[in-house]
């Protein structure tokens, strides 16, 4: 039960943050696979340097690696910057900002198109502090629902 109130204060503390990030799943709906143009995919999406990238693959026979711009251009998978490989399942932080160059493991993939380059901006700034001494009507809201939330789970898990 203690573990349970813990995970529920976790959960309650952490839902009144604002979070700007986004997630974006590589290839949409079509995920990373074969048939994807890629750079369609990508070209109207401004990505952020507190974004992520979700890469779904068939893991039995691909990977995502990523790698520097001339092993991009070659699909040259020799010598990865990372590896990621056996999930099926990848979630990418975008943490800095300039070009990420991916490609599939599998190079005959990588030269049928299995391959993606983004460009990351550095994340916006947040909005001005509002006159209220810096703190947003919605956050304040969420902190006293988090509050509320809180007493009530020592109440009843306690």
Known sequence: MKI?????????LTAAVEVSAKIYTVGGNDGWTNGVNYTRWSENIVFNSEDYLYFVY??????????????YK???SEQPLYNWTGSGRVLVPLNRSG????????????YEGLKVAVHVLTAPPPPPAAANGGAS?????????????LSLVFFLFL
């Open 4 to 12: 349970m109130a813990t995970i529920v204060v976790f959960l309650l």
């Open 58 to 71: 068939y893991r039995v026979n691909d990977s995502v690696l990523e790698v520097n711009q001339t092993a």
């Open 74 to 76: 070659i699909c040259n």
């Open 99 to 110: 070009d990420y160059y991916f490609m599939s493991g599998d190079e005959a993939s990588c």
């Open 137 to 149: 009507t919605t956050t304040s809201i969420g902190m006293i629902s988090s509050l509320a939330g």
